[in-house]
């Protein structure tokens, strides 16, 4: 049975793909730079709120920016 | 109202609170030494709005180095429950464990100076870890 664990998330590759500075997201999402390290580095969970808003900043579909890891 | 109202009339509530806790000050040690110290209402007058002015000098400096990025957000303001639920039950448990701990010794009554004192040491602790977790 599968189960899920973790909540993983793409923000850093998108954007650095997007050459978006942290600062600069900071700037326009209003969140501090630690929580956007945080957020990459997977060791904090987003609100639904701020996921719904960095999805929309990124440009990319929710589920493309965070998903569950399963485990067997 | 808005915020900058709201804000400019938080300062003023702030600094007017001051100034009579000054003249109250005053108006205490005239009443037990029966000379009152009015030479004093011009310091406490400058010293609050001197200190306001430094605060909102450090305010504009800090908020020029960091641009537009907030201060705080949702991560900083979950950090900061979670620390003061902790910082609240050992705070709970911990004097709890400390009273026990000196009635076993054989203290029976503590005196209102030293209990201020530690409860003022306790408060200037959870003060600072507040400020800590603030930055994490």
């Known amino acids: 049975m599968k189960s899920f664990v973790k909540v993983i998330n793409h923000i850093k590759e998108v954007r650095l793909a997007k050459k978006i500075t942290q600062i600069q997201m900071a700037e326009d999402l209003q969140i501090t730079r630690q929580t956007i390290n945080a ?6 969970n987003p609100s639904l709120e701020l996921a719904l808003k960095l999805a929309k900043y ?3 579909p929710f589920e493309q920016l965070f998903y569950l890891e399963e485990k067997e | 109202m ?4 709201l804000q400019y009339l938080l300062w003023t509530v702030i600094v007017l609170c001051m100034i009579i806790g ?6 205490i040690i005239g009443k037990e030494t029966g ?10 007058i400058i010293g609050v709005i001197g200190g306001l002015m430094v605060f909102l000098m450090i305010s504009k400096w800090s908020q020029k180095r960091r641009g537009n990025v907030p201060e705080i957000d949702e991560r900083t303001l979950k950090n900061l429950q979670k620390y003061f639920l902790g ?16 009635y076993a010794m054989g203290v029976k009554t ?15 602790m959870t003060i600072a870890g507040a400020f800590i977790v603030k930055r994490v």
Do not use: H, Q
């Open chain 2, 87 to 102: 910082a609240l039950y050992f705070i709970l448990i911990g004097s709890g464990a400390a009273l026990l701990i000196a």
């Open chain 2, 22 to 27: 000054g003249f109250l000050g005053i108006y």
């Open chain 2, 110 to 124: 503590i005196e209102t100076g030293l209990l201020i004192l530690c409860l003022g040491g306790v408060f200037l």
């Open chain 2, 35 to 44: 000379n009152y110290p009015v030479e004093l209402m011009l310091p406490i």
């Open chain 1, 58 to 60: 990124l440009d990319v």
């Open chain 1, 39 to 44: 957020i990459e580095k997977n060791k904090y």
């Open chain 2, 2 to 5: 808005s915020v900058k109202r």
